[in-house]
């Protein structure tokens, strides 16, 4: 994948956004990987952590937005802890999460849930899931 | 022996009832003296996050301001609403954040301290206590943390998140060995429940079988969701234990009611646990 750099990007509203909501110093990063490392569901994601930082580095915010990484976060903070120059990285995350749901992007489709899915799951576990539902507003 | 304010949050009242009853019975075997912090309400849990950041602040703090009237600190058996009663706590710490919180309920006098409930027993006082009734067992048991206990770290700093061993503590005085293993901290996915049921299903999966090859033959943990999610979700059968229920045995307390809230049955590690007794 080519990208190609420019200050514009670099600027953009999205990531001026990103900046506001996560409160991070996101050009610290300097790509150890440490937060991928640590983190549980990097298997299953299509942009892990430090390559979900660098494209916020790149100002490649639609691919991010598009991306399933940002609904598979747990919110467990692992990589905010390992991260050597202190970003916590879940709150990167966090805020493309929310500007997906503003822009009326989601995962979870409750109404298609079933029954037998919804019995299943711990009670801590559904009103987890709505948080990421009902920031829809 | 000591006194200290209780908060039970929603979960010890109803889907955890066997921590909550397991908790206040060893709180009183012991002699600690509790109180529920006057009309508490939900701390928030993660409902309120991402929908209202103030509203997620205010809920837990309004437990802290009824908390304030009753002398003593405040002990959390749940791991998000310690989480939750935390960053309220943090928010309170610069003038301006107390302001804006006190605006909306009223002035605190004082701002109480907040701890986990595997603080409490971790005092000298306590351990010494508990080591005087040790249990004879060989069964191994792996302690499990989970995430919300430990991090964010800024903000909890209650123990060190990448080496928690406060539930180890408690076990080994109680005569209980322990196993080293890798996954203490992992995250178990439960937050994921809803998006994703496959992926937790993986995440459990991957935290039993360290288990099982650290030799553990069960889990001890203090987190509601956790224990919920690994003994849902898990093929194995490896029962998941709250704290709280392995000192009920060790102090003869235990009750059948606790064991038959669990979803694997733990009838044969109790015993086990029990040697000869
Ligand atoms: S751990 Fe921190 S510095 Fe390292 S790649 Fe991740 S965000 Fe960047
Ligand atoms: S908070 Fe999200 S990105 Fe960070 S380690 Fe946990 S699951 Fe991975």
């Keep these: 994948m080519k990208i190609v750099l420019n200050r514009e990007k670099l600027n953009s509203f999205y990531v001026q956004t990103i900046k506001d909501i996560s409160l991070q110093k996101i050009m610290s990063c300097y790509q150890c990987g440490k937060c991928t490392a640590g983190c549980p569901v990097a298997d299953f994601m299509d942009v892990v952590p ?37 970003i916590e990285v879940h709150r990167v995350f966090e805020a493309l999460r929310s500007i997906a749901l503003r822009e009326g992007k989601n995962y979870t489709d409750i109404e298609k849930l079933s029954e037998d899915v919804l019995d299943e799951i711990p009670q801590q576990g559904i009103i987890a899931g709505f948080r990421k539902f009902e920031s829809l507003e | 022996m000591k006194r200290i304010i209780y908060y039970p949050g929603c979960t010890l009242h109803s889907t955890a009832y066997e921590y909550g009853n397991s908790t206040e019975a060893v709180l009183k075997h012991l002699g600690i003296e509790f109180e529920e ?23 837990p703090a309004r437990n802290l301001r009824n908390a304030a009237d009753l002398a003593g600190d405040v002990y959390v058996p749940c791991a998000g609403c310690y989480n939750n009663l935390m960053k309220a706590k943090k928010a309170m710490e610069n003038e301006e954040g107390r302001e804006e919180i006190e605006k909306k309920l009223g002035k605190f006098h004082r701002i109480p301290e907040v701890y986990p409930l595997m603080n409490l027993f971790i005092d000298d006082k306590v351990l010494k206590k508990l080591s005087e009734n040790k249990l004879n067992t060989d069964v191994k048991i792996a302690c499990y943390y989970g995430c919300a206990f430990l991090r964010p770290e800024e903000i909890l700093q209650n123990e060190n998140p990448e080496l928690p061993k406060s539930i180890d503590t408690i076990l080994n005085t109680l005569g209980v060995h322990t196993v080293e293993w890798p996954l203490k901290s992992f995250c178990c996915g439960g937050d994921l429940s809803l998006a994703s049921s496959d992926i937790v299903s993986v995440l459990v999966e991957k935290i039993l079988i360290y288990a099982i090859e650290a030799g553990a033959s069960a889990i001890v943990t203090a987190c509601p969701l956790c224990q919920a999610n690994l003994e849902m979700r898990q093929k194995t059968k490896m029962p998941v234990f709250y704290f709280t229920e392995i000192i009920g045995i060790a102090l003869g307390i235990d009750e059948n009611k606790w064991w038959k809230k669990h979803l694997v049955d733990p009838g044969n590690v109790v015993s086990k646990l029990k040697g000869g007794r």
């Design chain 1, 50 to 86: 430090n390559e979900m930082m660098r494209l916020v580095m790149l100002g490649e915010i639609e691919k991010l937005l598009s991306s399933k990484a940002i609904w598979l976060c747990t919110s467990c903070f692992q990589c905010g802890t390992r991260c050597p120059k202190g």
């Design chain 2, 37 to 59: 912090i006057p009309d508490w309400n939900c701390c928030g849990a993660a409902s309120a996050k991402s929908l209202n950041h103030r509203l997620s602040i205010l809920l």
